[in-house]
């Protein structure tokens, strides 16, 4: 199974930009589509986005639709989400999520194998 370390989370002001890191570790990572979660005190988890193996697949909440770019480089084992024109409401810890079927974290969006300790991030009005 792979290991997750997500990083990059922080204080930023509204209409700022973030870029998220998540390195894998463990078994080939080129194996595992990768994707972003987030959870807001006193709310559901939320799908963020996701990439499949390949990176030629990738989806999007419709909430960061426009605004967040996920991308996935093999040779480091590390996936990023750059987050540009930051609103108070993405406020959440974002975690990183791994799992061999695609369909799992971006349609399906529950059951995913891996999990990161997630990442705070904090957006000021």
């Known amino acids: 199974q792979v290991q997750l370390v997500e990083s990059g989370g922080g204080l930023v002001q509204a209409g700022g930009s973030l870029r998220l890191s998540c390195a894998a570790s463990g078994r080939i990572f080129s194996s595992y589509a990768m994707g972003w979660f987030r959870q807001a005190p006193g709310k559901d988890r939320e799908f963020v986005a996701a990439i499949s193996r390949s990176g030629n697949s990738i989806y999007y909440g419709l909430s960061v639709k426009d605004r967040f770019t996920l991308s996935r480089e093999d040779a480091t084992n590390t996936v990023y989400l750059q987050m540009n024109s930051l609103k108070p409401e993405d406020t959440a810890v974002y975690y990183c999520?791994?799992?061999?079927?695609?369909?799992?974290?971006?349609?399906?969006?529950?059951?995913?194998?891996?999990w990161g300790q997630g990442t705070l991030v904090t957006v000021s009005s």
């Open positions: 999520a791994a799992d061999p079927d695609f369909r799992s974290i971006a349609v399906v969006r529950r059951d995913v194998e891996v």
